[in-house]
């Protein structure tokens, strides 16, 4: 006895490739959401940048005029993020400022600024580009953050990973 196998229509194997590729995305997706299972991404659509945080932090409250949110918010301790029109920037004169350069996640050129003084640590982020959003206006984006040392040497890995994670959408 012989088996006659039918031959696939075109419908039949478009829909096996639907699910295929529906299962690839998934498994991707699934990956993915695995590694960052652990962040929540806060996106701010008026300056058009993101930023992921840890889903264990205690939110603050967002900006009335949308530019930005606290990711963190204790009684010592609170972590911002938000960007603005009006650029600032730290003289020389600001000592004793640790300064360094880095690249975030992203590829994007940002200074560093730490400050420790009476125990607690100001550490902040910030790089400025023209926002296409807004006809090219510059605008500053910036991480910043102003926390007890004791909160600062316990996260301190976390809070540079932050920063890094700092991007335009």
């Known amino acids: 006895m012989q088996i006659k196998l039918k031959r696939p229509t075109l419908p039949t194997l478009l829909l096996i490739l639907v699910v295929c590729v529906l299962a690839i995305i998934s498994i991707f997706l699934f990956a993915a959401n695995k590694k960052n299972g652990d962040w929540k991404t806060y996106i701010n659509y008026r300056f058009n940048y993101s930023i992921s945080y840890p ?3 205690k939110e603050g409250r967002v900006a009335t005029n949308g530019d930005g949110r606290a990711l ?3 009684n010592s301790n609170e972590i911002l993020v938000y960007a603005s029109y009006m650029l600032w920037s730290f003289s020389q004169q600001d000592a004793p400022i ?3 350069i880095f690249t975030t ?3 994007i050129r940002a200074t560093s600024l730490k400050e420790t003084k009476n125990g607690k640590v100001k550490y902040i982020v ?3 580009l023209k926002n296409k959003k807004d006809n090219n206006l510059e ?3 910036v991480f910043n953050v ?3 040392e004791k909160f600062f ?3 301190e890995q976390i809070i540079i990973k932050v920063a890094k994670s700092l991007s335009l959408n």
């Open 55 to 57: 889903k264990d932090w």
């Open 72 to 74: 963190y918010k204790d």
């Open 98 to 100: 640790e300064r360094n």
């Open 105 to 107: 996640t992203s590829g």
């Open 126 to 128: 910030f790089f400025t």
């Open 139 to 141: 605008t500053q984006y």
């Open 146 to 148: 102003n926390v007890t």
């Open 153 to 155: 040497k316990a996260n």
